[in-house]
């Protein structure tokens, strides 16, 4: 089967996005880390250098004060041995001097040195000196102290071993940043292929039921995510619809079906008015037998209205007591004709918000149904009572009863039950449980063990 879908590029796919958006991820998580390492490491050597710097001036700061100048040189040429790989810059100056000497020159030689004996010096807020060097980016960071006799001196470090660490760590980062990105979008095709398996079964499935193929489903996952939720979502979407259109086509056919008899009689009084010239009775009967059709077309748009949600209702505060008994009161005058026992119990006072016409309607549904169903000689109770929160209306009878075959499906459109002694066109039922739900109330139906059936009617006070 071709998909109706038109071909997508690939990067407007949400896989696509999903994958770069996993490697956008990774990128900016990778820079963020690279970028707190950095800080981090040139934070911690340039607090290390400078600790030694500062150990280094007070240790040669007490050699100055114990044996005077010739102890101090000493000092800095054993530190020079030790420290061969990484000197500390030493210069010393009294104010007899044009200019100090710095020790072991050669070491400093990509520094521009004469800028020490041209104060003002710069300075930091702490007071450290910085000397950049020639043509390249590292420089000398220099401690200065100074005695009361005119003797000081400047003690340094060069960054130079610290930022060749930086730049070490960057060329790291930035060879190990193309396999992260490779790695990013690997794992989001990955992902994305895996998150969006239920969307494209869906996507197919969509298409199969747009070619007719309404059988088939959602196949699902049940790991229970949202996912899954949506794929049993979508199947129950579409068992209720393949559910109303088995319904329409069988309304549709039940209504083609009914409405041909009283079509059939219809034309049939025309045409006969027509070759016996006796207009006034054929229109009576054609009268008649309009107003048939129409009642059976309004109850099925009421009951489609009714199971679409879409059913006006004109509710207001009404006597439901009053209501039932006029009810009641009309078909007790139909069952005594019939030789039915009519009795009714009607709590007192019942008041509740619903739609009195159309109630009244459907409880007439129930008491007619009763009234057909019972032989002469039966019996009809009617109970209307308070029920927790709303009122309940149980129509009972002990007639032929519902056939056991028929008890699933007697609130079905056009259906006509096995036990029915007098048929009618099986819309009744169908808008009695339409206006009840319509209230947010429930009815149910079962047989009686002693004979007859029972029906409960609950409605919901609002």
């Given at each position: 089967?071709?998909?109706?879908?038109?071909?997508?590029?690939?990067?407007?796919?949400?896989?696509?996005?999903?994958a770069?958006?996993?490697?956008?991820?990774?990128?900016?998580?990778?820079?963020?880390?690279?970028?707190?390492?950095?800080?981090?490491?040139?934070?911690?050597?340039?607090?290390?250098?400078?600790?030694?710097?500062?150990?280094?001036?007070?240790?040669?700061?007490?050699?100055?004060?114990?044996?005077?100048?010739?102890?101090?040189?000493?000092?800095?040429?054993?530190?020079?041995?030790?420290?061969?790989?990484?000197?500390?810059?030493?210069?010393?100056?009294?104010?007899?001097?044009?200019?100090?000497r710095?020790?072991?020159?050669?070491?400093?030689?990509?520094?521009?040195?004469t800028?020490?004996?041209?104060?003002?010096?710069?300075?930091?807020?702490?007071?450290?000196?910085?000397?950049?060097?020639?043509?390249?980016?590292?420089?000398?960071?220099?401690l200065?102290?100074?005695?009361?006799d005119?003797?000081?001196?400047?003690?340094?470090?060069?960054?130079?071993?610290?930022?060749?660490?930086?730049?070490?760590?960057r060329?790291?980062?930035?060879?190990?940043?193309?396999?992260?990105?490779?790695?990013?979008?690997?794992?989001?095709?990955?992902?994305?292929?895996?998150?969006?398996?239920?969307?494209?079964?869906?996507?197919?499935?969509?298409?199969?039921?747009?070619?007719?193929?309404?059988?088939?489903?959602?196949?699902?996952?049940?790991?229970?995510?949202?996912?899954?939720?949506?794929?049993?979502?979508?199947?129950?979407?579409?068992?209720?619809?393949?559910?109303?259109?088995?319904?329409?086509?069988?309304?549709?056919?039940?209504?083609?079906?009914d409405?041909?008899?009283?079509?059939?009689?219809?034309?049939?009084?025309?045409?006969?008015?027509?070759?016996?010239?006796?207009?006034?009775?054929?229109?009576?009967?054609?009268?008649?037998?309009?107003?048939?059709?129409?009642?059976?077309?309004?109850?099925?748009?009421?009951?489609?209205?009714?199971?679409?949600?879409?059913?006006?209702?004109?509710?207001?505060?009404?006597?439901?007591?009053?209501?039932?008994?006029?009810?009641?009161?009309?078909?007790?005058?139909?069952?005594?004709?019939?030789?039915?026992?009519?009795?009714?119990?009607?709590?007192?006072?019942?008041?509740?918000?619903?739609?009195?016409?159309?109630?009244?309607?459907?409880?007439?549904?129930l008491?007619?149904?009763?009234?057909?169903?019972?032989?002469?000689?039966?019996?009809?109770?009617?109970?209307?009572?308070?029920?927790?929160?709303?009122?309940?209306?149980?129509?009972?009878?002990?007639?032929?009863?519902?056939?056991?075959?028929?008890?699933?499906?007697?609130?079905?459109?056009?259906?006509?039950?096995?036990?029915?002694?007098?048929?009618?066109?099986?819309?009744?039922?169908?808008?009695?449980?339409?206006?009840?739900?319509a209230?947010?109330?429930?009815?149910?139906?079962c047989?009686?063990?002693?004979?007859?059936?029972l029906?409960?009617?609950?409605?919901?006070?609002?």
């Amino acid at each position: 089967m071709s998909s109706g879908f038109p071909k997508k590029r690939v990067d407007s796919t949400i896989g696509f996005r999903i994958a770069a958006g996993c490697s956008l991820l990774v990128l900016l998580s990778s820079l963020a880390l690279m970028a707190i390492a950095y800080w981090f490491l040139a934070s911690t050597l340039a607090h290390h250098d400078r600790e030694q710097v500062l150990v280094e001036l007070q240790s040669l700061r007490g050699e100055y004060l114990e044996g005077g100048i010739d102890a101090f040189i000493k000092a800095v040429q054993d530190n020079d041995r030790f420290r061969r790989n990484n000197p500390f810059f030493t210069r010393i100056a009294n104010g007899s001097e044009e200019s100090g000497r710095v020790f072991f020159p050669q070491y400093w030689r990509e520094f521009d040195l004469t800028v020490l004996d041209k104060p003002p010096l710069p300075r930091t807020e702490d007071g450290w000196i910085i000397l950049p060097a020639h043509g390249d980016n590292h420089h000398l960071e220099i401690l200065e102290t100074e005695f009361p006799d005119g003797f000081r001196f400047q003690i340094g470090t060069s960054t130079e071993d610290r930022g060749r660490v930086l730049k070490r760590l960057r060329e790291t980062f930035f060879i190990s940043i193309v396999p992260l990105i490779i790695l990013g979008l690997a794992g989001g095709f990955f992902l994305a292929r895996r998150s969006m398996r239920p969307v494209q079964d869906l996507i197919r499935t969509a298409e199969s039921i747009r070619e007719g193929e309404w059988d088939v489903r959602v196949s699902r996952t049940g790991n229970g995510d949202e996912l899954d939720d949506l794929g049993r979502l979508f199947n129950e979407m579409i068992e209720k619809i393949n559910a109303l259109i088995r319904g329409m086509k069988q309304a549709l056919d039940s209504v083609a079906h009914d409405l041909r008899t009283p079509m059939t009689r219809f034309r049939n009084r025309a045409e006969r008015a027509l070759q016996e010239g006796d207009p006034q009775l054929a229109l009576q009967e054609c009268v008649e037998q309009s107003e048939q059709i129409l009642g059976m077309l309004n109850m099925l748009m009421d009951i489609s209205e009714a199971e679409s949600g879409t059913l006006h209702l004109n509710l207001r505060e009404v006597d439901f007591t009053a209501m039932v008994d006029n009810v009641a009161e009309m078909y007790l005058y139909v069952a005594e004709e019939k030789g039915i026992v009519f009795e009714s119990v009607i709590e007192p006072q019942l008041r509740m918000t619903l739609d009195p016409e159309r109630t009244s309607q459907a409880l007439a549904n129930l008491l007619d149904n009763a009234v057909k169903n019972t032989p002469p000689g039966g019996r009809i109770d009617l109970v209307a009572k308070s029920a927790g929160e709303g009122i309940q209306v149980r129509v009972a009878d002990n007639g032929i009863g519902i056939h056991p075959a028929d008890l699933d499906h007697i609130w079905d459109r056009l259906f006509r039950g096995r036990n029915q002694s007098e048929k009618g066109i099986g819309l009744g039922l169908s808008l009695v449980r339409a206006v009840v739900a319509a209230h947010g109330g429930t009815i149910t139906a079962c047989n009686r063990p002693e004979g007859g059936a029972l029906f409960e009617m609950s409605l919901p006070r609002r």
